[in-house]
């Protein structure tokens, strides 16, 4: 079991930036992909990046892609999300998450609000 917690969230004007920050702790995070995913008002949960503690293999949603960042500090175990040129569609809860290789994400952080206003 892993324990996430988010921070960095706020509101933020078109073109600003803002850095996501998940804490984490629990027993052999080495072996867990870390996620970052969102969810607007009215709008399922989607997928925004994903990265491996170990080797740092990270994949994006085309909609975030050249725009978003994810990394890691291993010596923190702190999963980053790097967010810039920011639009008002980026507006939503941003949840960090968990999984082990072949398993559904299924630790989950409590979220953080990002408001990118017009």
């Known amino acids: 079991q892993v324990q996430l917690v988010e921070s960095g969230g706020g509101l933020v004007q078109a073109g600003g930036s803002l850095r996501l920050s998940c804490a984490a702790s629990?027993?052999?995070?080495?072996?867990?992909?870390m996620g970052w995913f969102r969810q607007a008002p009215g709008k399922e949960r989607e997928f925004v990046a994903t990265?491996?503690?170990?080797?740092?293999?990270?994949d994006y949603a085309d909609s975030v892609k050249g725009r978003f960042t994810i990394s890691r500090d291993n010596a923190k175990n702190t999963v980053y999300l790097q967010m810039n040129s920011l639009k008002p569609e980026d507006t939503a809860v941003y949840y960090c998450?968990?999984?082990?290789?072949?398993?559904?994400?299924?630790?989950w952080g409590q979220g953080t609000q990002v408001t990118v206003s017009s």
């Open positions: 998450a968990a999984k082990l290789p072949g398993a559904l994400y299924n630790n």
């Open positions: 990265i491996t503690w170990r080797g740092g293999v990270s």
């Open positions: 629990g027993r052999m995070l080495s072996l867990y992909t």
